[in-house]
Every structure is written in structure tokens, then in C-alpha cells.
């Protein structure tokens, strides 16, 4: 069983103003849980950069642009209430689309079993062409794309549960039969989409929101009564997890109570979808995740598991 893990340094030139919570310590905290003995069998590559083209699969090639073309010389320069660019920031978000594109290669030309894409800034919030959130392209949505484009896959699944909804993931796939979006999420919450009724032009739209307090067991009973009966419907080919830690207890951007342990579950139970549907085969793209020991402990959880360790 090889677990890929996917990181490259232009994730710490993309910095944030002072205090914002989507910082480098982020990747720091992760790198340092990975870089344990007991994570000693993954396979470390460091991620390419997505060419434009590929980044296109999911925004127009005139609003990647404008993207670029805003990107400063020297300090910031605010594009949302929350996303800031600084001078390396368009050229983390290539290396964050990148890495979730090879991850796919690797993964459905079956170098890897599965992969854990490391890297900021987060995507899951970037819709066609409206950057929000702390997210600048979605790269979950493009790595989706890009398994129907180069590798010929028919339907794709994102599973998000990361605590906020992804709206962006929502929009991009929301007429688009082949693609199916699932997530759980506390709400009311921002960005304050992710209602049930929200369900997409062919139902393939699965939104199971948590309530501000819940822990694992309405967590697990979401999964289990909503989200997994679905997905084993729908018969992905391809599983992309929209991994997000800031469901975790500790997270001071949210409410929910969740436990490493929750996290670990629910990537075994996404695993065993994916053997029975998908050849196994899972992409695990970072989102959000906020408290430094709630994301590392939560990060090493989850690849636990991708690496099919203890139970
Ligand atoms: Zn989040």
C-alpha cells in the first residue's frame, strides 16, 4: 500500500496579513506530525505547477488572468474581505492545483494507492470565477475535471468535511450530471450555503449540515444516512476528499466538537467506498484547520488511515 504525500515550498510564500488564521504554521504543524517515524512508508514528492490550461477546467482563462495580474509586487493586496494575495501567492495556488492533479495521475495510473496534497491556500470556497474565503482556485473541483479530461474517468465524487460548506466545489459542479459534491458543515455558518434543499440540477448535490455543538455522533450519523448511501449510488470512479480539519474541537473558527478519531472514520468509511467502486482510488486536497494541535493530530489521523495503519 503506497500513500502519496504531496507538499512543495511555494506553500509558504503565500502569507497572510498578521493574525490571519490561514497562516504557514499551518503546513509547519503538518510537516512536522509527517515527518514521525510512524509515517516513515509514505511517498514524498514535492508537486508540480498546474499549467494554466488545467487551472481552466474549472475558471475562465481571462479570469486566471485578472488573478495574476493582481498579484502585487511587495506586501498585500486584499481581493475579498478574507483573501489576501502577497507576491507568491498566484504561483502557490498553481503548486496547490498541481499537486492535486498529480495526485490523480499517480493515483488512477496506479503508482499510488491513494494521496494527501499538503499545501495552502485552501480551494474549496472558489467558485467559477469568484475567489473567496481564504481560496483562490478550487483545486478539488479542477482535480475532478482533470480525472474526466487526461484519464477518460466518468464520474467523479468530492467529499468535503471540512466545517465550512464549499460553495465554490457547490457552484462549479452544480449542472453537471458527472460530478457529484458531498459535505458536511456546521450552519448557520459562513460562507452560509449548504442548505439540504440545495441539491443541484441532477440531484448530484449532497448537503448534510451539522448544528453548532454537535460531535461525532451526529457527524457519523450525517455520513452514514445521507452521504455514504449516495455515494455508493452514484458509483464514483474517483474519490477527492476536500479535507478540512476545523471541525475539530479545538478550532476557534467554528463549533463543531469533532475528535481526531472522527476523522480517521470517515476516511475509512470513504476508503471503503472507493474499494468498492473506485479501485480504492482517493485524493485527499487540505483545506482549513485553524488550531496548530487540532490539525496535526488531525492531519496524522487521517493519513493513518490512508496508509490503511491501526484501527
Ligand atoms: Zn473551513
Redesign the pocket.
Known amino acids: 500500500m503506497t500513500t502519496l504525500l504531496i507538499t512543495h515550498p511555494s506553500s509558504y510564500e503565500h502569507l497572510n496579513p498578521p493574525g490571519h488564521p490561514e497562516r504557514t504554521d499551518r503546513l509547519r504543524a503538518i510537516e512536522s506530525v509527517l515527518g514521525e517515524s510512524q509515517f516513515e512508508a509514505l511517498k514524498r514528492v514535492q508537486a508540480p505547477i498546474a499549467p494554466l490550461e488545467t487551472v481552466a477546467l474549472c475558471h475562465p482563462m481571462d479570469y486566471i488572468e485578472e488573478i495574476r495580474n493582481a498579484s502585487p509586487k511587495e506586501g498585500f493586496v486584499g481581493l475579498d474581505a478574507d483573501t489576501t494575495m502577497s507576491p507568491g501567492s498566484f504561483n502557490a495556488a498553481l503548486h496547490a492545483v498541481g499537486a492535486a492533479v498529480h495526485a490523480v495521475d499517480e493515483v488512477v495510473g496506479k503508482r499510488a494507492d491513494n494521496a494527501f496534497c499538503a499545501l495552502r491556500p485552501?480551494g474549496?470556497?472558489a467558485e467559477t470565477v469568484r475567489l473567496m474565503?481564504?481560496c483562490i482556485f478550487d483545486q478539488a473541483a479542477i482535480a475532478a475535471r482533470h480525472a474526466q479530461k487526461k484519464h477518460g474517468l466518468g464520474r467523479v465524487a468530492v467529499v468535503d468535511f471540512?466545517?465550512?460548506h464549499g460553495n465554490g466545489t457547490q457552484e462549479i459542479f452544480w449542472s453537471d450530471a458527472t460530478l457529484m459534491y458531498c459535505s458536511t458543515?456546521e450552519m448557520p455558518l459562513?460562507p452560509g450555503t449548504g442548505a439540504l434543499s440545495e441539491s443541484g440540477e441532477h440531484d448530484n448535490i449532497v448537503n448534510a449540515p451539522l448544528r453548532a455543538g454537535d460531535g461525532g455522533d451526529k457527524f457519523k450519523a450525517a455520513f452514514e444516512s445521507r452521504i455514504l448511501p449516495r455515494l455508493a449510488d452514484f458509483s464514483a470512479e474517483l474519490i477527492i476528499i476536500s479535507a478540512?480539519f476545523?471541525?475539530h474541537r479545538r478550532d476557534p473558527?467554528?463549533n463543531l466538537q469533532l475528535v481526531e478519531a472522527d476523522f480517521a472514520w470517515a476516511t475509512r468509511k470513504l476508503m471503503e467506498i472507493a474499494d468498492q467502486t473506485a479501485q480504492g482510488r482517493i485524493v485527499s486536497v487540505l483545506?482549513?484547520?485553524?488550531d496548530l494541535e487540532g490539525l496535526s493530530q488531525s492531519v496524522a489521523a487521517h493519513v493513518i488511515a490512508l496508509m490503511r495503519g491501526r484501527d
Open positions: 485552501p474549496h470556497h474565503g481564504f471540512d466545517v465550512h458543515h459562513y478540512g476545523d471541525a473558527l467554528a483545506e482549513g484547520g485553524y
